[in-house]
């Protein structure tokens, strides 16, 4: 089973910066992207960004210009770079990895690291 361990959260003042980790393991197929996503108490979980197996970014439009995502292929981690941060960017952030594996489409999901911007 892929597992995927997120490390990063905490508490950080407004305007500023928190480094999200996202190492993974166990993975079997081949992978399409991995990503960010968040989700806030009362709301869905949104995509924050993403990273294709071509390297291609995709940024959730709340967040573009302050986020980036970047991974390490060696240590097989996805990171993401927090600057500015928002009280609206307070929510538990989920790491992603998408795969195909036997003609088949899966979604694995760490556990979640919560993030609060808060003065």
């Known amino acids: 089973q892929v597992q995927l361990v997120e490390s990063g959260g905490g508490l950080v003042q407004p305007g500023g910066s928190l480094r999200l980790s996202c190492a993974a393991s166990?993975?079997?197929?081949?992978?399409?992207?991995r990503g960010w996503y968040r989700q806030a108490p009362g709301k869905e979980r949104e995509l924050v960004a993403t990273?294709?197996?071509?390297?291609?970014?995709n940024y959730a439009d709340s967040v573009k210009g302050r986020f980036t995502i970047s991974r390490d292929i060696a240590k097989n981690t996805v990171y993401l770079q927090m600057n500015s941060l928002k009280p609206e960017d307070t929510a538990t952030y989920y790491c992603?990895?998408?795969?195909?594996?036997?003609?088949?489409?899966?979604?694995?999901w760490g556990q979640g690291t919560q993030v609060t911007v808060s003065s």
């Open positions: 990273i294709s197996s071509g390297s291609s970014t």
């Open positions: 992603n990895v998408r795969r195909v594996y036997s003609n088949r489409v899966y979604d694995d």
């Open positions: 166990r993975i079997i197929g081949s992978v399409v992207a």
